[in-house]
């Protein structure tokens, strides 16, 4: 199929104003009547034809205000020819029937356990019925349900419900995507919100039956997000009920629908047995980034999917914003960045890279990524730190009152910030449509009592972009005295040309830079460093997040020098330098446990390529646990710490309890390189009454070849607990040691319990098993024959996930000779498999290009 362009953006040629649903559910035969008044929409060129979206629709009949049009379906939808459509407002009718049981695919209507749900981003409503299935295309909706389901819901606020049937009328008008309907046998727990002006609201969060004692948590991060989105940005909620619905099958986390989010249940189901604090902190982070999606994204929606980052990357900024307001801000940067070197830098420096502001796409469920969303989110931040708060709250109150209701694009977002601020933002929007990560390289002089940084900026080719323009680039900069002081105090250095020099005078001594603090740029930054900086960085920076950079950066360098020479012992003053950050009680014990753990083996990898090296996946491996273990000798009260951790009282998920558990997970891994026998990690698992110690002892025995009982004794506990089941695969296909990962992913994807049409247990065993750098990796290709075989078979069954989950293949071109063939061998096999979705043809072919 041809790509959709950006620049061929015309307006809808007819608007929607008002919307009739009325659904009879049946299982495999559900009736959709719709009833859409219409009108020619007058910023179009007149005496178009109606073109209608529509997939997998049998059409029944069809009228324009009341009279029978004969119109010819295709596969994408049907046209009704400009001649019988009226140059006034009319009403068009149309019956389908759908098949929700038929629809794995997840995306329109479908079943999940027994329950009816939808999906219609980006483009399901058209699975549900006729519709110009478009963001710009906005109405309001009224929804009749007939079913005999206890539960049966849609957007805004019930009107009206008997035996058999029940209404819904949503005032505000949304765009298709955000129409939802869910059925079914639910149960709810029920809370209420009153918001600043003093209206109250109902907040139901429905499950199934047997679920309602695991939604406690999530329920009190919807009202701390509803009262944060108040203070932080002066935006109340707007309907009388706020619903939020959890579902077993699901593509990913949730889905923002006006008034009714759906959630995939591992992002609201939570109690201390079954989910770990990270799994805690995920469901606050979600539930708020869908909520906050009231405001960015439904009230303000986008012109068309290009402008996906208007409510993507804004949302996660805020998501993130309100996240470090719960928690702290200093841990939440270094797992936000974390987590976008792992995803966005490894995208953006591969074959799938993109603009956050793409140009074309074949499937737009595709653009869904980490470049749209995070690095859209980092653009804001860069933002925000440009003009400061102060000016960035105006713009976003004036975004609000320019915008509300209405489906806007990238110009308009950068426009309000112009007008607020009166500053000229054209070559900062060079963020938007440049691809890659900028590498920034500085040098540094010191004469006379003059300090001056030299910067020089490059952005490497990618695809369909060989040139680029130097950016804006914020750099947060201190200067720090040999002692460790300020000398000079943070201030953002703002880069805009290809290489530009800063000048500091009147020091008394050299001083050392701190660069990029707080990571206010998401670019590279390239600096030559000598072990006796980064020691000192990692006991001095006044910033923590570079603080914790340099100890990150220091065990990266040392990793190189030890895949370079498996003789080579770690640095002393490495070790030393992480021993003293684990020594100092002054530090939250979160941070500490983030800078005791290792770079990634996905981390190292990178280092030892722009080391010059082809690393090899299982020398990276042997490399961290050498590294590791020589941490673990380092530190001699090891045992001592690790009692004196212990969080007493019964278990809560807050901040500070988590803190100290991570800190004692990552003693209990360092200890366990110390004991052949696993002791400690066994006991551990034998007595944890929480998850978050039954999978960090787990964890550990898994890794190191030992996991056996546990593993079957964790599955007897928890056979019947989906959710806990999808760990007891993640644990085992993401640390299996390589010599045995393949063939345990195999067996294990033979089980009956493998249920591989959920999403969730797919990516549990397929998906991690990618993350699984040397097992994945086997020299062999065992990893990546199992992998394509399975990618192969859920394709025509959930082309979404597929594609989702074959990006892990985006790195194959940064391996050797050997490997690559594998890959390439596998990546053709699937590209010539007949009937391929267009979601992974669309992504294998820009991974083969
Ligand atoms: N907006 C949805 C994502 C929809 C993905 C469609 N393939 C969830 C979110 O970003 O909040
Ligand atoms: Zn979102």
Redesign the pocket.
């Known amino acids: 199929p041809s790509p959709i362009r950006l620049r061929d953006y015309t307006p809808p040629a007819y608007l929607v104003d008002a919307v009739h649903l009325t659904f009879r559910l049946n299982q495999t035969a559900t009736r959709v009547v719709a009833r859409l008044s219409m009108r020619p929409n007058p910023a179009a060129e007149p005496g178009q034809d109606l073109r209608f979206d529509g997939e997998k629709l049998g059409l029944i009949r069809a009228t324009i205000d009341g009279q029978p049009v004969q119109v010819n379906p295709d596969d994408t939808g049907l046209t009704v020819p400009a001649a019988l459509v009226p140059d006034a407002p009319f009403t068009w009718e149309a019956e389908v029937e759908i098949d929700p049981t038929g629809n794995t695919a997840l995306e329109g209507l479908y079943m999940s356990k027994g329950m009816y749900c939808t ?1 219609c ?2 483009e399901g409503f058209r699975k549900i019925t006729y519709f110009p299935d478009r963001p710009d295309v906005m109405a309001t909706y009224t929804v009749r349900i007939e079913g005999d389901a206890p539960v049966m819901l849609s957007n805004g606020n019930p009107t009206a419900r008997g035996d058999g049937w029940a209404e819904w009328h949503d005032p505000w008008p949304k765009p298709s995507y955000l129409f939802a309907l869910v059925a079914g046998n639910l149960v709810s727990h029920d809370d209420s919100f009153t918001t600043r002006s003093g209206r109250k609201v109902d907040l139901k969060i429905y499950v199934r039956p047997g679920d309602e004692g695991k939604c406690a948590y999530a329920m009190d991060a919807l009202k701390r997000s509803m009262r944060w989105d108040e203070e932080a940005y002066g935006r109340e909620y707007d309907l009388d009920l706020f619903m939020i619905v959890a579902v077993d099958d699901f ?6 629908n006006k008034g009714l989010n759906i959630f995939n249940a591992k992002y609201v189901l939570a109690s201390p047995d079954t989910a770990t604090d990270q799994d805690y902190e995920r469901i606050e982070s979600i539930i708020a ?2 909520y906050f ?1 009231n405001w960015t ?1 439904n009230r303000i929606t986008c012109r068309d999917w290009f402008q996906l980052c208007l409510k ?1 990357g804004l ?1 996660v900024y805020r998501d993130q914003q309100f996240s470090g307001d719960q928690r702290s801000h200093a841990v939440k940067r270094i797992d936000d960045v974390l987590m976008l070197r792992a995803r966005q830098f490894r995208e953006d420096a591969g074959p799938l890279a993109h603009p956050v502001r793409p140009v074309e796409y074949v499937e737009i ?1 595709n653009f ?1 990524t980490a470049t749209v ?1 995070e690095k859209g989110a980092e653009v804001i931040g860069m933002l925000r730190r440009l003009v400061g708060p102060e000016a960035y709250r105006r713009a976003l109150d004036l975004y609000f009152e320019r915008h509300d209701g209405q489906a806007c694009t990238i110009e308009d977002w950068i426009a309000v910030f112009e007008d607020a601020t009166g500053r000229n933002l054209s070559q900062f929007s060079l963020w938007y449509a440049q691809s890659g990560t900028p590498r920034v390289r500085v040098q540094e002089t010191w004469k006379d009592g003059v300090f001056t940084l030299t910067f020089s900026q490059t952005l490497p080719p990618t695809p369909g972009q060989p040139d680029k323009e130097p950016m804006v680039i914020p750099l947060a900069t201190a200067l720090l005295s040999p002692e460790g002081a300020e000398v000079v105090a943070e201030q953002v250095l703002e880069l805009t040309q290809a290489r530009q020099s800063f000048r500091f005078e009147g020091l008394s001594a050299r001083p050392v830079p701190s660069i990029n603090r707080g990571f206010s740029a998401p670019v590279i930054l390239e600096q030559d460093m000598d072990d006796a900086r980064r020691g000192f960085l990692l006991a001095h920076d006044t910033d923590p997040f570079n603080r914790w950079e340099a100890g990150r950066e220091f065990a990266r360098a040392v990793l190189v020098r030890m895949l370079k020479d498996p003789a080579h012992a770690p640095e002393e003053t490495l070790l030393e330098g992480l021993h003293a950050v684990l020594a100092d009680e002054t530090l939250d014990p979160e941070f500490r446990a983030l800078a005791l753990r290792l770079p990634t083996a996905e981390e190292v990898f990178d280092a030892a390529r722009r080391d010059g090296q082809t690393p090899d996946p299982a020398m990276i491996r042997q490399a961290l646990l050498r590294l590791e273990t020589a941490l673990a000798r380092r530190i001699p009260d090891l045992r001592a710490r690790l009692d004196a951790l212990a969080v007493p009282g019964p278990y809560s998920p807050d901040a500070a309890s988590a803190g100290k558990r991570a800190l004692r997970g990552r003693l209990l891994a360092l200890l366990t390189r110390l004991e052949p026998d696993a002791a400690t990690a066994r006991e551990l698992f034998a007595s944890a009454d929480n998850m978050t110690e039954t999978m960090q002892a787990l964890s550990l025995l898994v890794a190191t070849g030992q996991g056996a009982q546990a593993l079957a004794r964790f599955h007897e506990r928890w056979a019947s607990e989906g959710l806990v089941l999808d760990k007891w695969y993640a644990v085992q296909a993401s640390l299996t040691p390589p010599e045995n990962a393949p063939e345990l992913v195999a067996e294990l994807a033979g089980r009956a319990d493998f249920e591989w049409k959920n999403p969730n247990r797919f990516r549990s065993l397929i998906g991690a098993f990618a993350a699984n750098m040397a097992g994945f990796h086997r020299a062999d290709g065992a990893g990546y024959r199992l992998f394509a075989d399975w990618l192969i078979r859920l394709d025509p069954v959930n082309p ?1 996930t597929t594609a989702r989950v074959a990006g892990a293949f985006e790195t194959w071109r940064q391996f050797d000779a050997g490997r690559q063939a594998l890959i390439l061998t596998q990546l053709q096999r699937i590209s010539d498999t007949k009937g391929l979705s267009k979601d992974t043809t669309e992504i294998v072919g820009r991974i083969l290009e």
Not at 251 to 256: I, K, L, P
């Open positions: 999906q981003e980006a593509n990913m986390g949730a889905m923002e980034h869908e999606h994204g993507e949302t469920n869904y969303y979404q």
